[in-house]
């Protein structure tokens, strides 16, 4: 099984929060096709805030969070970030498309705090994170003032009790009332997290109004896609657009493939056997443009699409076949080379390294079979071979 993060945008977590009665601000969803003029008359109001809905973070610096304080500003945001492309800290130079905005009414913010609910693998148990220094990368607090972030761990049989909520609240600077808020939230996005196998819900910031309230102003959810199966209705809530086509499409054929910015395609069966790949094309001075991990158990069908993946890329210029036979054989492998060479047209070079069962066999299949794969005798050989077919190093 994958092990696949899947994400949702903010407007669906906010919807998910609501539905367990955790506040969250006043807003609508604006997409492509709805009429302005009717947005405006039915949500009212005299400013707003025009958020895009990508899976990314930094959306703020980057021009993705728009004040609007009159109507014409209003459409011109949406006309401004409606069918564009946003390009943060987390995307790549094409940046992701908006295709939904969620416009949101402003709220009068005294404070900003940072919880969140993630799954610690290390204690098998979820952890609740919380800081008063809400608003800002989480990671850099704990990097810079470690003594601002509150964590406990909670146990599924005992659920969240009073003192995980103290220890929390502790540095938060927390009213009576405010404590209350605070624990009936935590206490609901526990339930949340536990109902939808979520991996990780984050409130940043989780924001004190001047009424004295808390309020969740922004919100993310991830899932591990291993337990959507009992999930129809958020496995509904994926969106296409946000992803890479080609890793769309990888897994439609059941392969574990990761987009990366270099150079030299990678076809290997087996995660670790991929990651020494990749990390001895980066010790030679190479860029790794995926990871590939095609499966212990693959067949030739699985390594055309593998070919087809790669192909796809317009920045591969090589590929390094590294394939070790243990459940698979080197020769079905080689019978997949020529397959996909057979579909395809082959334009860059191939170097390929078979070792293992029936490695000889596979390396009698692709002999002399096309100018553009060259053989490997050992891993070092291939991922060097790789690199210099590819041009040398980025």
Same mark, same amino acid.
């Given at each position: 099984?994958?092990?696949?993060?899947?994400?949702?945008?903010?407007?669906?977590?906010?919807?998910?929060?609501?539905?367990?009665?955790?506040?969250?601000?006043?807003?609508?969803?604006?997409?492509?096709?709805?009429?302005?003029?009717? $947005?405006?008359?039915? $949500?009212?109001?005299?400013?707003?805030?025009?958020?895009?809905?990508?899976?990314?973070?930094?959306?703020?610096?980057?021009?993705?969070?728009?004040?609007?304080?009159?109507?014409?500003?209003?459409?011109?945001?949406?006309?401004?970030?409606?069918?564009?492309?946003?390009?943060?800290?987390?995307?790549?130079?094409?940046?992701?498309?908006?295709?939904?905005?969620?416009?949101?009414?402003?709220?009068?913010?005294?404070?900003?705090?940072?919880?969140?609910?993630?799954?610690?693998?290390?204690?098998?148990?979820?952890?609740?994170?919380?800081?008063?220094?809400?608003?800002?990368?989480?990671?850099?607090?704990?990097?810079?003032?470690?003594?601002?972030?509150?964590? +406990?761990?909670?146990?599924?049989?005992?659920?969240?009790?009073?003192?995980?909520?103290?220890?929390?609240?502790?540095?938060?600077?927390?009213?009576?009332?405010? $404590?209350?808020?605070?624990?009936?939230?935590?206490?609901?996005?526990?339930?949340?997290?536990?109902?939808?196998?979520?991996?990780?819900?984050?409130?940043?910031?989780?924001?004190?109004?001047?009424?004295?309230?808390?309020?969740?102003?922004?919100?993310?959810?991830?899932?591990?896609?291993?337990?959507?199966?009992?999930?129809?209705?958020?496995?509904?809530?994926?969106?296409?657009?946000?992803?890479?086509?080609?890793?769309?499409?990888?897994?439609?054929?059941?392969?574990?493939?990761?987009?990366?910015?270099?150079?030299?395609?990678?076809?290997?069966?087996?995660?670790?056997?991929?990651?020494?790949?990749?990390?001895?094309?980066?010790?030679?001075?190479?860029?790794?443009?995926?990871?590939?991990?095609?499966?212990?158990?693959?067949?030739?069908?699985?390594?055309?699409?593998?070919?087809?993946?790669?192909?796809?890329?317009?920045?591969?210029?090589?590929? $390094? +076949?590294?394939?070790?036979?243990?459940?698979?054989?080197?020769?079905?492998?080689?019978?997949?080379?020529?397959?996909?060479?057979?579909?395809?047209?082959?334009?860059?070079?191939?170097?390929?390294?078979?070792?293992?069962?029936?490695?000889?066999?596979?390396?009698?299949?692709?002999?002399?079979?096309?100018?553009?794969?060259?053989?490997?005798?050992?891993?070092?050989?291939?991922?060097?071979?790789?690199?210099?077919?590819?041009?040398?190093?980025?």
């Amino acid at each position: 099984m994958s092990d696949i993060i899947v994400y949702i945008h903010e407007y669906q977590s906010k919807r998910l929060l609501k539905t367990y009665e955790i506040p969250v601000p006043r807003s609508e969803v604006f997409t492509q096709g709805d009429s302005i003029e009717k $947005f405006i008359a039915n $949500f009212g109001g005299e400013s707003w805030i025009v958020k895009a809905q990508v899976h990314a973070g930094g959306r703020g610096k980057a021009g993705g969070i728009l004040w609007a304080h009159t109507r014409d500003e209003l459409k011109d945001s949406i006309n401004k970030l409606l069918g564009t492309q946003l390009v943060t800290k987390q995307t790549d130079a094409t940046g992701l498309p908006i295709n939904t905005l969620l416009v949101e009414k402003p709220a009068e913010i005294k404070r900003e705090i940072y919880l969140s609910l993630l799954v610690d693998r290390a204690s098998k148990k979820i952890t609740a994170i919380a800081s008063a220094e809400g608003g800002v990368n989480i990671e850099e607090v704990a990097a810079k003032t470690p003594e601002k972030i509150a964590s +406990v761990n909670i146990h599924k049989t005992s659920g969240v009790q009073g003192y995980h909520c103290r220890l929390l609240a502790r540095n938060l600077d927390l009213n009576k009332e405010q $404590f209350k808020q605070f624990s009936h939230i935590l206490r609901q996005m526990y339930s949340l997290f536990l109902d939808s196998d979520a991996s990780l819900i984050e409130i940043n910031p989780l924001i004190i109004t001047q009424d004295e309230a808390l309020l969740a102003l922004d919100a993310k959810m991830n899932f591990d896609d291993n337990a959507l199966f009992r999930h129809k209705k958020i496995a509904s809530l994926k969106d296409p657009s946000q992803e890479n086509p080609i890793e769309l499409k990888a897994r439609q054929h059941d392969l574990n493939y990761v987009k990366l910015e270099g150079n030299v395609g990678c076809i290997v069966n087996g995660a670790g056997l991929a990651m020494a790949t990749m990390d001895l094309i980066k010790h030679h001075g190479g860029e790794p443009a995926n990871f590939l991990d095609v499966g212990g158990g693959t067949n030739a069908e699985r390594v055309t699409q593998a070919f087809n993946l790669l192909l796809e890329d317009e920045n591969v210029r090589s590929i $390094f +076949v590294n394939i070790f036979g243990g459940i698979v054989r080197c020769d079905v492998i080689a019978q997949g080379i020529l397959q996909a060479l057979e579909q395809t047209e082959l334009t860059m070079p191939v170097v390929v390294l078979l070792q293992g069962t029936n490695a000889e066999q596979g390396k009698a299949i692709l002999k002399d079979q096309h100018k553009l794969i060259i053989p490997a005798n050992h891993l070092t050989e291939g991922a060097t071979l790789a690199i210099q077919q590819a041009g040398g190093t980025i």
